[in-house]
């Protein structure tokens, strides 16, 4: 069992950054991988990026690429989500999730993901 708690997020300008935590409480000795996502109201949760447990190997959708960094603390047991050059387009609730998994295989599709954080609002204003 994890429990997730996010933070970081908040309203920025076009071209601004955030950077989004996920602490993690987590069984001691258990593997995760994690994942950020995305949702706005209407629409299905996006995913955005993911990590693997030793933080080898990442994954982004191709919309953040190149502006989106995911990393890791395994030493604090939390995941970073560092975003530049925002867009009023990446205004969202950002979640993450964990899955128990100790394997170097980044995953993005949504039903592999176990455990919920509760959000944290991204606002970019243009």
């Known amino acids: 069992q994890v429990s997730l708690s996010e933070s970081g997020g908040g309203s920025v300008q076009a071209g601004g950054s955030l950077r989004l935590s996920c602490a993690a409480s987590?069984?001691?000795?258990?593997?995760?991988?994690v994942a950020w996502w995305r949702q706005v109201p209407g629409k299905d949760r996006e995913f955005v990026a993911a990590?693997?447990?030793?933080?080898?190997?990442?994954l982004y959708a191709d919309s953040v690429k190149g502006r989106f960094t995911i990393s890791k603390d395994n030493a604090k047991n939390t995941v970073y989500l560092e975003m530049n050059g925002l867009k009023p387009e990446d205004t969202a609730v950002y979640y993450c999730?964990?899955?128990?998994?100790?394997?170097?295989?980044?995953?993005?599709?949504?039903?592999?993901?176990?455990?919920w954080g509760q959000g944290t609002q991204v606002t970019v204003s243009s």
């Open positions: 990590i693997t447990w030793s933080g080898g190997n990442t």
């Open positions: 987590a069984r001691t000795g258990r593997s995760y991988a």
């Open positions: 999730a964990a899955r128990g998994s100790g394997s170097e295989m980044v995953l993005s599709g949504i039903r592999y993901y176990n455990y």
